[in-house]
């Protein structure tokens, strides 16, 4: 049985009757971009989010440059943030000429420690990028309220979160990306709302920063041919956004089919966990989680967790059976960050994470029957590897 990482053909199959007339009808106008498909999908998306504005990009990385230069992060400035996610969120930061500094996460969940950003704050200190990783939201009540206390700008990462909610203390939700200063998303193929191609988005209730991400995208200009500060080409082509006004109505009905596919890996592979052999997601009480991806941690209490990952990754291949690992080197050992003099320690969980990690097939177009294939491989792989504990492999007898 083949069981891909995702399926993005299964998912076209259920709007390719509504999509490929319009796209058609797309090429056929003449009007390829900033046009009413994309004005319909900003209107549709900051109604579903909860944002009073909602402003689309080419992609989720121009997302995030352009919120940073928006709320005048520059060179002297830093900005905490997770090493233990994609480089973008980083790498936005170099580009604006500020100082990333990163601070460790919550191994329970992957997304980045409220404690450990408090200790990273020093009178540099100009904003925090959160990351929602793998459709969980981070703890948000927690970091805006140490952002308020230091009067730090906060940026939702919520490339893979589209949908995730949050509850507050007072009770109140709010969808993930519609919590702080500016939210963005990524609609790269593989998230779980996603385009043709690339596309972002960056939404915020505060009517001022809407203006200027809204100028700083369009080359720093409100009005054509009148430019009242340097700006960037970020633009959303009307295919894509018409794609994703389509996937819009489908996103709750797709991310309620991973939540389910989740639960049958958390009952099929709970044996596992007990018997110390994988490390299974939590699910926090603040957050929904869409599973964007439903990673586990291989092992992650063994000095030999990554080979253990490496060896279960190799097994599945063998059987046709998708996963990846995200990610296989935290931020701060990589090679373009060795200018932070970072040692490998300072970020133990990442680190671990980093080691233990592997992310399993959940699109929502998956069977029982191929997540029961995936589970049963995972079990095999484990009694059969010699390299474990007795007491672990008679768990699972």
């Given at each position: 049985m083949r069981v891909p990482l995702l399926d993005l053909q299964?998912?076209?199959?259920?709007?390719?009757?509504?999509?490929?007339?319009?796209?058609?009808?797309?090429?056929?106008?003449?009007?390829?971009?900033?046009?009413?498909?994309?004005?319909?999908?900003?209107?549709?998306?900051?109604?579903?989010?909860?944002?009073?504005?909602?402003?689309?990009c080419a992609n989720g990385s121009d997302a995030l440059y352009i919120s940073l230069l928006a709320l005048d992060v520059k060179a002297g400035d830093e900005v905490i943030t997770t090493p233990f996610t994609y480089i973008a969120s980083a790498e936005a930061i170099d580009q604006v000429g500020a100082k990333p500094v990163f601070a460790d996460i919550d191994l329970n969940n992957f997304n980045i420690s409220p404690e450990k950003i408090e200790e990273k704050i020093t009178n540099k200190t100009k904003a925090i990028i959160v990351v929602h990783l793998f459709g969980q939201a981070s703890n948000m009540d927690a970091i805006l309220k140490i952002a308020k206390k230091n009067n730090i700008k906060v940026i939702e990462d919520t490339a893979q979160a589209f949908g995730t909610k949050?509850?507050?203390?007072?009770?109140?939700?709010?969808?993930?990306?519609?919590?702080?200063?500016?939210?963005?998303?990524?609609?790269?193929?593989?998230?779980?709302?996603?385009?043709?191609?690339?596309?972002?988005?960056?939404?915020?209730?505060?009517?001022?920063l809407a203006a200027r991400l809204r100028r700083i995208k369009?080359?720093?200009?409100?009005?054509?041919?009148?430019?009242?500060?340097?700006?960037?080409?970020?633009?959303?082509?009307?295919?894509?956004?018409?794609?994703?006004?389509?996937?819009?109505?489908?996103?709750?009905?797709?991310?309620?089919?991973?939540?389910?596919?989740?639960?049958?890996?958390?009952?099929?592979?709970?044996?596992?966990?007990?018997?110390?052999?994988?490390?299974?997601?939590?699910?926090?009480?603040?957050?929904?989680?869409?599973?964007?991806?439903?990673?586990?941690?291989v092992s992650p209490d063994s000095k030999e967790s990554a080979s253990l990952r490496n060896g279960l990754k190799e097994f599945l291949s063998q059987r046709e059976i998708g996963s990846e690992i995200y990610y296989p080197l935290a931020l701060h050992e990589q090679e373009v960050y060795k200018y932070l003099n970072y040692e490998s320690d300072d970020f133990p969980n990442s680190v671990i994470a980093s080691n233990a990690v592997l992310s399993l097939p959940v699109y929502p177009e998956l069977t029982n029957e191929q997540i029961k294939f995936v589970c049963d491989s995972i079990k095999d792989f484990f009694k059969n590897n010699s390299e474990l504990r007795v007491e672990a492999k008679a768990a699972l007898a």
């Open positions: 299964a998912q076209y199959v259920q709007i390719q009757s509504e999509i490929e007339p319009v796209v058609i009808d797309i090429l056929r106008s003449g009007r390829y971009i900033m046009s009413e498909h994309v004005k319909s999908f900003e209107k549709n998306s900051a109604e579903f989010l909860g944002a009073k504005h909602s402003i689309s949050f509850t507050g203390a007072d009770s109140k939700e709010f969808n993930a990306g519609a919590i702080a200063d500016i939210g963005t998303y990524s609609f790269y193929p593989t998230k779980n709302l996603s385009c043709a191609g690339d596309g972002g988005l960056m939404t915020t209730n505060d009517d001022e369009a080359h720093g200009s409100d009005k054509r041919y009148y430019h009242s500060e340097i700006g960037v080409n970020s633009r959303l082509d009307e295919i894509q956004a018409a794609i994703l006004d389509a996937k819009l109505q489908l996103i709750n009905k797709w991310n309620e089919s991973r939540a389910k596919n989740a639960e049958i890996y958390f009952s099929e592979l709970a044996d596992l966990e007990k018997a110390g052999l994988i490390k299974l997601p939590r699910k926090e009480s603040y957050s929904t989680h869409i599973y964007h991806q439903f990673s586990i941690l």
